[in-house]
T-cell receptor
Framework: GQQVMQIPQYQHVQEGEDFTTYCNSS?????IQWYKQRPGGHPVFLIQ?????EVKKQKRLTFQFGEAKKNSSLHITATQTTDVGTYFC???????????FGSGTRLSIRP | DVKVTQSSRYLVKRTGEKVFLECVQD?????MFWYRQDPGLGLRLIYF???????EKGDIPEGYSVSREKKERFSLILESASTNQTSMYLC?????????????FGPGTRLTVT
């Protein structure tokens, strides 16, 4: 079945350093979503990308969708302790309303 | 704001017990989902429902059943709880935005089966 692979599994950075997580699919995706889950919390929708090569920004977060619509990345500039959590990408599943989550990248930060 | 609520944040049950996890959403969403989340395994879909009384198996339906009698409520049932069902259970509902369906999650129920 369709899979969405996400790397790295963990990232530990010094506060102020940048962070990037990558998402890859073997098939072309009509769209990709990103979610954030704080420790002890639940996943919260961040953004959706639909166009080839699309780039969207939310303050220090930059989201990209690859030209072939098979990969995506989330980049955080100058991390802060509030960025701690697990970031998931998600692509469309086998039926219209389903989505397939990547395995997530857990970000921890040294203050 | 979309609100998805789950009946319990923490639950402890004994092996063999029948367990009901309830989820309610207040935004008239047609689609609702049950996931379990385990360390290193990410979010795994158990069941989902795209309409009242309609359900479809997800990736790991064994040992679970669901019920959707009303649009706003989606219940997950563990017919006979086992220790390997100890996990965090997350309910979600979704709405269509453009090409995609955005999911909104409840706070989760951490179930321990002893």
């Amino acid at each position: 079945g369709q899979q969405v692979m996400q790397i790295p599994q963990y990232q530990h950075v010094q506060e102020g350093e940048d962070f990037t997580t990558y998402c890859n699919s073997s098939t072309t995706l009509s769209n990709i979503q990103w979610y954030k889950q704080r420790p002890g919390g639940h996943p919260v929708f961040l953004i959706q990308l639909v166009k080839s090569g699309e780039v969207k920004k939310q303050k220090r977060l930059t989201f990209q969708f690859g030209e072939a619509k098979k990969n995506s990345s989330l980049h955080i500039t100058a991390t802060q302790t509030t960025d701690v959590g697990t970031y998931f990408c998600a692509g469309p599943g086998s039926s219209a309303s389903k989505i397939i989550f990547g395995s997530g990248t857990r970000l921890s930060i040294r203050p | 704001d979309v609100k998805v609520t789950q009946s319990s944040r923490y639950l402890v049950k004994r092996t063999g017990e029948k367990v009901f996890l309830e989820c309610v959403q207040d935004m008239d969403h047609e689609n609702m989902f049950w996931y379990r989340q385990d360390p290193g395994l990410g979010l795994r879909l158990i069941y989902f429902s795209y309409d009242v009384k309609m359900k479809e198996k997800g990736d790991i339906p064994e040992g679970y059943s669901v019920s959707r009698e009303k649009k706003e409520r989606f219940s997950l049932i563990l017919e006979s709880a086992s220790t390997n069902q100890t996990s965090m259970y997350l309910c979600a509902s979704s709405r269509r935005v453009g090409l995609a369906y955005e999911q909104y999650f409840g706070p989760g129920t951490r179930l321990t089966v002893t």
